[in-house]
């Protein structure tokens, strides 16, 4: 059984730093594609961050370029996102997600499981 489980969210304010983390097991690591989506009530979902279990590789949203990096390691079925200079725009549900391919991820914003999701709430 696939599960993804977050921690890591909370309040911050504007200009500080979370560091999230997603639990996975029930798959193969280094056979996926791992993903971090957040949503906002309203808005239409954003894929932020991915990373490539084949090779490492990882892919951000422009909006987050420069100010997130997602790591992972492999040895513990973890995957990171740690979250610098964070603006109030930021403020969202995190959800570590695991992906058929990239472009399911990003062209389609779909994943084929979810973990529960944690808020970052950043305040101006």
């Known amino acids: 059984e696939v599960q993804l489980v977050e921690s890591g969210g909370g309040l911050v304010q504007a200009g500080g730093s979370l560091r999230l983390s997603c639990a996975t097991s029930?798959?193969?690591?280094?056979?996926?594609?791992i993903g971090w989506f957040r949503q906002v009530p309203g808005k239409e979902r954003e894929a932020v961050s991915s990373?490539?279990?084949?090779?490492?590789?990882?892919h951000y949203a422009d909006s987050v370029k420069g100010r997130f990096t997602m790591s992972s390691d492999s040895a513990k079925n973890m995957i990171y996102l740690q979250m610098n200079s964070l603006k109030p725009e930021d403020t969202a549900v995190y959800y570590c997600v695991l992906a058929p391919d990239s472009s399911a991820l990003w062209v389609l914003r779909v994943a084929d499981y979810w973990g529960q999701g944690t808020q970052v709430t950043v305040s101006s």
């Open positions: 990373i490539s279990g084949y090779d490492g590789t990882t």
């Open positions: 029930g798959f193969n690591f280094n056979d996926q594609v």
